[in-house]
Structures are given as C-alpha cells and as structure tokens.
C-alpha cells in the first residue's frame, strides 16, 4: 500500500507541480517518490535501478522486478518479475531486453516490440535494434519498424550512434555513413572518420572524407562548418560544438555558427541544450548565441536539464541558471551533492532531512 504524506514548508502552502516524479532516498534507505507536493512512500531500501521520467517514474526494486509507478490515479504497476533485464530509458522513453525480447510501456502496461534482439538504444522518439534472427539493423519510429542495413552473423561491418531523435549509422568496410531522421535514410556521405561523428537532437555532425571538411546535418539540411578537421566535438539539442583545428571552441547553434573562444578551452560538455567550457580557471556557459561566466572557479558539483544549470558554489549553496536568470534553490549552505530532475532538485539537508526544490518552492521531509 503507498503511504501518503504532505508536507508544508514554513507554515504556508507550498505548490510544486513538477513533471518528473522525483526519487528521494531518506537517511533511514527508505523510497519515496515526491510528485505534485506529495511524498509517497513506494519501498522499504532504495531501487537498484530507476528512470525518473515525464509523467511517470520505472523502477527496480531490491528484488529486481520491474515497476512503474503513475502520479495520475497514484498508480503502481508490476511491469517484469524476471531480475535480469537490462533497461535503458530517457525522460520520454523506457525500454527493456528480458532473455532476448524487447519490451517497452504504453498505458502504464509492458508490451512486446520484438523478439531476437541482441542489443538496442533509446532515444526520445527512435529506437534501434539488432535483430539477430533476421540479421537486420532496425529502427521503431513511430510504431514503424524500418530496416536500416542487414548484417551478416559475426560481423561489426553496421554500428550505430543515437541522438534524441537521429540516428547515424556506419557501414565499417565500406567507411560509409547513413543517417535516419524523422522517418527517412540519407547518406551523408561514402567516407568518414568514425570518431568524428557526433550525435544529437535534430543534428549530426560529421567529417565528410570525399570534400575533406567537417558539416552538420541539421534538421535535414546539409551545412558545411569547417575545411578542415576538428580536434573534438560534441551533440546536444540543436547545437554542435567543437575546437577547430586553429584551437578555437566554435559552436553551431539553432541554425548559426559561432566563435565562443578564439582559443581551446581546458575542457568543454554539452547537454541537452547548454555548452558549459572550462578557460582561465573559470565555468562558462553558452547558450543563445552568447556566453556567461557561471563562476570565477570551478564549481564542486553541476548538472543540466533541457536549459536549466544547477550547481553547487563555494559556499555549498545550491544555484542555477535558467535563460539567463539566476537563483538560489532553497535556503542552505553546507550541501553535499544533489540531483537534478526536470525543474527541481533533491539533496540532503545538513539537519538531515530531505529537499526538494525548484527556483520559487521548497519541500521537505
């Protein structure tokens, strides 16, 4: 039975309506799930394995039998008893391989996709599959399954890399590189340098061998980004970044290249939609076509979500940056670690109760 409990911060009513049920482990390794301004408890130890996702949160418990628990009616549901599977997911997408059949959720149920499979990926709307009956490479796209290339038994002439809502993928012997988007197969080009190809939402960037330069396939369209070949590079939402090979971080954002440092950085990450770089001892972030200096050090600790930055600063108070705006999650410093979920954050409290906030709410438990 799940045990509901509300709490009220600061002796007024509080509301948080977070898209993402959020997992809160108490100092007792008791689980809850906080959603809509509501802890629930759901077990008695903490999941061995979980996937907080938009509107719903997969779970295996110290058993590992699969579940999945739905804010909408405070719903429970046993999805696989089998404690072997291997499950993989992201906000908007859950999927599991028990033995050899691949199985994902619709309606709060497990269903069968196929079965055969030797590996897969997921993405927000892609799947990819290795049917090892069929010998075939396999994309599920809206409910479509397409064939991207067959592969003999023992060979690694086909290898994919998956963004969000693009696939790229490589015919090793014959060094040539496809792309699957929205339903469609191109072919980017017939030589490549495998370990120039990154992948992300809406976007490729590739390093075409036959015109011996660097490009984005972004949103279809075909766009040439440097002659010559880059050093690194990285995928997130819409937006490629990269040092040249003058040394210089560029980054191709929404359509438009930029210059964000005409020098290399110490080291640089994109996620989702944010590019964080390290230069003279200082976090930056670039987004929207501009860049801001987060901090005159390195902070302990950061995360991101779609375009939100959270970070711990120097006094252990917890931070974030959202378009530009920036505020302080709850009232404490002195914070270990956290986690951040959608809008919200999880942590600990130095008095040891547990935090859930967003940039104008708090709770805790």
Not at 348 to 357: D, E, I, N, Q
Request: charged fraction near 25%.
């Amino acid at each position: 039975m799940i045990r509901l409990l509300v709490i009220l911060v600061c002796g007024v009513p509080l509301f948080l309506r977070a898209q993402v049920p959020l997992p809160v482990i108490t100092s007792e390794d008791r689980f809850f799930i906080f959603h809509d301004g509501r802890f629930e408890q759901m077990e008695p130890r903490p999941p061995k394995k979980a996937l907080a996702m938009n509107g719903q949160f997969v779970y295996q418990d110290q058993q590992g039998q699969l579940k999945i628990f739905l804010p909408e009616g405070r719903r429970l549901h046993l999805l696989d008893r089998r404690s072997d599977i291997v499950l993989k997911g992201t906000r908007k997408r859950v999927a599991w391989m028990a033995m050899d059949t691949l199985k994902t959720v619709r309606e709060g149920r497990a269903v069968i996709l196929a079965e055969n499979v030797q590996r897969f990926t997921v993405g927000d709307s892609i799947m990819v599959l290795l049917d090892s009956a069929r010998h075939e490479m396999i994309a599920l796209w809206k409910r479509t399954a397409t064939t991207l290339a067959t592969v003999q038994p023992g060979s690694e002439s086909a290898q994919w890399a998956q963004g969000s809502n693009t696939v790229v993928f490589f015919n090793k012997e014959a060094g040539s590189l496809f792309a699957y988007y929205h339903g469609s197969v191109k072919l980017l080009c017939d030589s490549t340098d495998v370990g120039i190809v990154a992948t992300g939402g809406d976007i490729v960037g590739y390093w075409h061998g036959g015109k011996r330069n660097f490009r984005a396939y972004y949103k279809g369209a075909d766009v040439e980004l440097a002659d010559l070949r880059p050093a690194r590079v990285l995928a997130g939402e819409g937006l490629l970044a990269f040092v040249d090979a003058n040394g210089r971080l560029k980054c191709f954002e929404s359509g438009v290249l930029h210059t964000v440092l005409d020098e290399a950085p110490t080291d640089f990450w994109v996620k989702d939609s944010l590019l964080l770089f390290l230069h003279d001892g200082r976090l930056n972030l670039f987004q929207h076509g501009s860049a801001t200096v987060v901090e005159p050090y390195v902070p302990e600790q950061w995360q991101v979500e779609g375009g939100l930055l959270a970070y711990l600063d120097i006094n252990r108070e917890l931070r974030g940056i959202v378009n530009g705006e920036r505020f302080r999650f709850g009232k404490e410093a002195n914070i270990n670690g956290f986690e951040l979920f959608g809008e919200a954050v999880v942590y600990r409290s130095p008095l040891g109760h547990m935090v859930v906030a967003t940039k104008r709410r708090m709770y805790e438990y």
